[in-house]
């Protein structure tokens, strides 16, 4: 029979999979021989049976109950004892870290007989009956569903009329028999008196809630699977919540925010775990228990330099000390901001725990388009309104909201989404908010940690802040601030400003810019370190889209070894429109011919600038490629002109000859009609224009000591036939041109069909390029400009995508394709040259299936240029290769 449950002394950090990331820790802690409560977990192989079926998978129950009984018998206490009872934590944890988005029960025992048991054992009555309405509230909650504002509300009317020193026990024993009255209202039955028929029902829901609707939004954003499930965790319980020598908290082995080395963490005395996380009570600083506890407070620190060295990462850990012993109960690899993740990369490979290359797969390319995002420029600006915890870098401005509702229906631009704390029903709104600011919490509380874990900018525990989310209104003083305000944070400092604080570049865009020098800063420092690592190790070439001289000396400056899609279609605007609209409009050869003569010195002097910014690289340029009928003005605009003259009986003119010329050439369709190699064919000299003025420019170069490396790429080719065409024209012109150095001509490879016969069209083909974004949309028969308004977010929220085609290729329908493609060019054209052109060059999870398919180089934005060499970095660590070819 399948096991299904596994003591912490049964396992490993190595078992994931099984166990969940939270129930492998422990097994791993325990091993270390660390202080972990006893226990055990129930897989994740028990929750999919369950999700499947609806009901637990036979023999899971006497499973529990045999480990039950071996953590009752270490203990030397029993569950249900009315004496002396054993109380159960029961924790969800999956494979992949999601911080407060399933379930946690604790207390799991108390009942009517045992809290008596437990308030004489421990010697404080008003601890166990807290301990006791904590129960009911979070199994009301979780288990039957029952609004936690209806404890929330019970609760704080409670504290409201007690004392300095909280609720005292009659107090707490009254509320536990108001909540009993909650609980009977809303289910229909009272409050289980049973301790097994509470663990087994707490089970079932931590396994349910892996499907709650936060938790799927959480998984959607973060790209986790839907099918992994959640291992569940049953411990002994530890009290935090015994007095003043009890407390619990939650610590990092490095600032999860810089990487800076130190203590960071949040600590409360007389308090249970959930009360750290979830920002209710104001914490204070990890150090504050050297004071509190100075024994507890070193074991703590040798603790979480042995789990550092062990795990040879950043360590976030959460324990719980119970009358001045201490407990450790939850270790994991810590998430931390883009900054920090730079700087511990390296620190760790200086003290020698992780090597270079291990560093390199310490970052992502994420992680570093962040890090180019600008910062507030403070300098002038006028003093903030209150300061609180930065707890996730960033400079976000937006228009206050008080709720997630709002946050995420927000049309009308940027929102900074502001609560006293957040909760994880708040995660759609702190998805769709530029920022998040919170007047209570700090660096491990909710809001802090999935703001870390987005990328998003949060400002914690801003204590001046009142606010009413009632009244859409916090105040500061005398200030009022009311829901739809503009305002500012900074998640590194803390500061909040009324309205709008300008930006300036980051340290990082500047360094990569070539302002800064890598020496000058430590995370600047950290970023070339890891960089230049990426370009030494990679063997995925790494080129730009760039269009014009401008473009091309930025993408250079930022790292970028050629044009891999010069656009001409761009140099055909403004101004030059008027000679395209001449060549359209040409009933004769001869205003054609004149037309493509004016049009020749202009497209001439653009390619200079081009191979004068990039010389030396190669410059690969796409002939015309979109309909002609986009440069003229459109359809209905022209009617309504020509309409209007007529109506007041003028004559229309050039309009009316341009209405008839559009008419002419509409198509029902354009992207599938008449563009790319089919208007090289059918317009006479379009193309040869375009490639004599590559051919001068390229000589002009040459003349002026230049190393020009042009590359003619032929869009939208269908068949061989169509690139032979326009190849034996190319170098007719070519041989014309005196002084013209060899320049190759490739194609893209953008239709399915051109992937599919690429071994015939490698024939005539030097170079192919992939354009992915065409080849997207023609496998799957979109309209990029049409379906992402329209359909996407109901793919994407029913998990259909689980993220766009656009956004990251999609490896098994166009993959296929491109792998053909790779492999049958060169099977007909050995050493034939591949790259891609399309927007998924500068997706760090594209480029490592492009490069698993054997490309020679991406090729994006420019600003995108640093982010697709540090991915083609790791993607080589990662497939074990190393070369001193960066190309």
């Known amino acids: 029979m399948r096991k299904y449950v596994y003591d912490f002394i049964e396992g490993d950090r190595s078992r994931a999979d099984l166990l969940g990331g939270k129930g492998a820790n422990l097994a791993e802690m325990t091993r270390l021989g660390l202080p972990v409560p006893p226990g055990f977990t129930v897989t994740t192989d028990a929750c999919r049976a369950y999700l499947a079926t609806g009901t637990p998978p036979d023999g899971l129950y006497e499973e529990i109950n045999t480990h039950l009984r071996q953590v009752e018998a270490r203990l030397d206490r029993r569950l249900g004892d009315p004496d002396d009872p054993l109380l159960l934590a029961v924790r969800s944890g999956g494979r992949y870290s999601m911080p407060g988005m399933m379930e946690t029960i604790l207390d799991i025992g108390l009942n009517d007989v045992t809290v008596a048991g437990l308030a004489a054992h421990a010697g404080d009555e008003r601890f166990a009956w807290d301990s006791y309405r904590r129960l009911i509230q979070m199994f009301g909650h979780t288990v039957h569903g029952i609004p936690a504002e209806e404890f929330a509300h019970e609760l704080a009317a409670v504290r409201a009329t007690a004392g300095p020193g909280g609720p005292n ?18 289910v229909g039955h009272d409050f289980p008196q049973a301790p097994h028929e509470q663990l087994f029902l707490a089970v079932g829901a931590v396994f349910s809630s892996w499907r709650s609707e936060r938790a799927r939004v959480y998984r959607r954003q973060e790209r986790i699977p839907d099918d992994l499930g959640t291992a569940v965790n049953v411990m002994a319980m530890v009290f935090g919540n015994l007095g003043p020598d009890s407390g619990t908290g939650v610590a990092f082995t490095r600032d999860p925010a810089t990487g800076a080395p130190g203590v960071y963490g949040d600590y409360l005395t007389d308090a249970q775990g959930e009360d750290v996380v979830a920002g209710i009570r104001n914490t204070v600083p990890l150090t504050e228990l050297e004071r509190l506890d100075p024994a507890s407070f070193h074991r703590l ?88 915890v930065g707890a996730s870098p960033g400079a976000a401005v937006g228009r206050v909201v008080f709720d997630s509702a709002a946050a995420a229906a927000a049309a009308d631009g940027p929102v900074i989404l502001v609560r006293p704390e957040t909760n994880p029903d708040d995660l759609p709104g702190m998805i769709a908010a530029a920022g998040v600011l919170t007047s209570r919490g700090g660096k491990t509380s909710h809001a802090a940690v999935v703001a870390r874990g987005m990328g998003r900018t949060c400002v914690c525990g801003a204590e001046a802040l009142r606010i009413d989310v009632d009244r859409g209104e916090f105040t500061v003083g005398d200030r009022v601030v009311r829901a739809g305000e503009l305002i500012s944070i900074d998640g590194t ?8 604080v300008p930006v300036q570049p980051s340290p990082v865009a500047r360094y990569l810019a070539g302002e800064l020098r890598p020496e000058s800063d430590p995370l600047v420092a950290a970023v070339h370190r890891l960089l230049g690592h990426a370009d030494a190790v990679r063997t995925l070439g790494v080129r730009a889209n760039a269009d014009t001289p401008e473009d091309a000396r930025r993408a250079r400056r930022l790292g970028a070894a050629g044009i891999g899609l010069c656009r001409t279609e761009h140099m055909f605007l403004g101004e030059r429109r008027a000679l395209v609209e001449r060549l359209i409009l040409a009933d004769e050869p001869a205003e054609r011919d004149a037309a493509l003569d004016a049009l020749l010195p202009l497209q001439r002097a653009d390619f200079v600038g081009l191979l004068a910014a990039m010389d030396g690289l190669p410059v690969t340029v796409r002939l015309l490629d979109p309909p002609l009928h986009e440069f003229l003005p459109p359809l209905a605009e022209l009617t309504a002109r020509v309409a209007r003259a007529q109506a007041r009986g003028e004559d229309p003119g050039r309009d009316a000859t341009l209405l008839a010329a559009v008419r002419r050439m509409h198509e029902a369709n354009p992207m599938l009609g008449l563009r790319g190699v089919r208007l090289g064919l059918v317009v006479p000299g379009l193309f040869a224009v375009q490639v004599r003025a590559l051919a001068e420019a390229a000589a002009q170069r040459l003349r002026a000591g230049g190393d020009p490396r042009p590359e003619i790429m032929v869009p939208l080719v ?98 296929r394709l491109v792998r053909l493609a790779v492999a049958e060019g060169r099977a007909a054209r050995p050493g034939l040259t591949v790259g891609v052109c399309g927007e998924h060059g500068g997706d760090p999870d594209s480029i490592a299936f492009f490069a698993a398919a054997g490309l020679d180089y991406v090729s994006c934005s420019p600003y995108r240029v640093p982010v697709a060499r540090l991915a083609a970095g790791r993607v080589a660590v990662a497939a074990g290769t190393d070369s001193s070819d960066s190309r």
């Open 301 to 388: 620190r040798q603790i979480m330099t042995t789990l550092e060295r062990h795990y040879r990462d950043l360590c976030d850990v959460e324990f719980t000390i119970e009358r001045g012993r201490l407990w450790m109960l939850q270790t994991r690899v810590g998430k931390r901001t883009a900054a920090a993740a730079f700087v511990i990369a390296t620190q760790l490979a200086d003290e020698g725990l992780i090597t270079a290359d291990e560093a390199l797969t310490r970052v992502t390319g994420a992680q570093l388009a962040q890090l180019m995002f600008p910062a507030f420029d403070i300098d002038g600006a006028a003093p903030p309104l209150a300061v609180g």
């Open 169 to 186: 026990a009659e107090q707490l024993r009254d509320l536990v028999d108001t909540y009993k009255k909650i609980f009977t209202r809303h």
């Open 493 to 500: 400092s803390g500061r909040i400003w009324l309205g709008e």
């Open 718 to 815: 269908g068949d061989v036939r169509e690139l032979a065409a326009v190849a034996d024209e190319a170098r007719r012109v070519l041989a014309e041109v005196d002084g013209a150095p060899e320049i190759p001509i490739g194609t893209m490879v953008e239709t399915p069909r051109a992937a599919l016969t690429a071994g015939e069209i490698a024939a005539e083909a030097h170079f192919f390029s992939l354009g992915t974004n065409d080849l997207t949309q023609t496998t799957w028969a979109f309209s990029r400009d049409d379906v992402e308004g329209s359909f996407f977010p109901a793919y994407l929220a029913r998990g259909i995508f689980p993220v766009s085609p656009f956004e990251r290729l999609d490896v098994s329908g166009v993959g």
